[in-house]
Structure formats: C-alpha cells, structure tokens
Nanobody
C-alpha cells in the first residue's frame, strides 16, 4: 500500500518562499509520476506542477518561473520549491502519485500567503 505524507506548509508573507515535501511509502515510487495540486476555498482542485518518472516537468502558467518541482527517488520524496509567493497562492496543497491506473493522494498541507 502506498501512502503520501506532505509537509512544509505554513504562513508566509507575500514575496516569501516555502518548500513543500511529499514522502512516499511503497516500492514503486521511482516508476511513478508525481504531481502537486492545490485547492483554494470555493475553487476546484488544480494542477500546480508535475514530474514524470523520467524527470520531465510541467507547470501551471500561474506558477511557471516561480515554483520548481523536483524528486529524489532514493528518498522517495517529491518537492515543490515555491518562491515569490502571492496571496493568490493560498490553498491546501496536495501531492499525487500515479502509476498506470493507480492513483493516490496525500492529506494536504495548508499554505497561507498573507501580510
């Protein structure tokens, strides 16, 4: 059974930075695509960034150039480095693992950008 645990969220001022981590259990992390999604109050969950098993990255237009997704297969962990944060980045951030037809989500971590 695969489980994902996010960490690193918190309160940060506009223009600040945070680094989210998502640690996975299980045996096929390195073969899985990993994604970061977010959901703000009253809005649908949206893709922020994802990274394939081969390391190809994809970003939402709203975060491109400010956020960086990376993975460490030895640690079974995916990261989201967030810079130049804006109030509109405030949301619960979720990690997703996908391997073929198998998908699992983490519990989410709150990111609040406010002065």
């Amino acid at each position: 059974q695969v489980q994902l645990v996010e960490s690193g969220g918190g309160l940060v001022q506009p223009g600040g930075s945070l680094r989210l981590s998502c640690a996975a259990s299980g045996t096929f992390f390195s073969f899985s695509a990993m994604g970061w999604y977010r959901q703000a109050p009253g809005k649908q969950r949206e893709l922020v960034a994802d990274i394939t098993s081969g390391g190809n990255r994809n970003y939402a237009d709203s975060v491109n150039g400010r956020f960086t997704v990376s993975r460490d297969n030895a640690k079974k962990t995916v990261y989201l480095e967030m810079n130049s944060l804006k109030p509109e980045d405030t949301a619960v951030y979720y990690c997703k693992l996908q391997r073929g037809g198998f998908v699992t989500w983490g519990q989410g971590t709150q990111v609040t950008v406010s002065s």
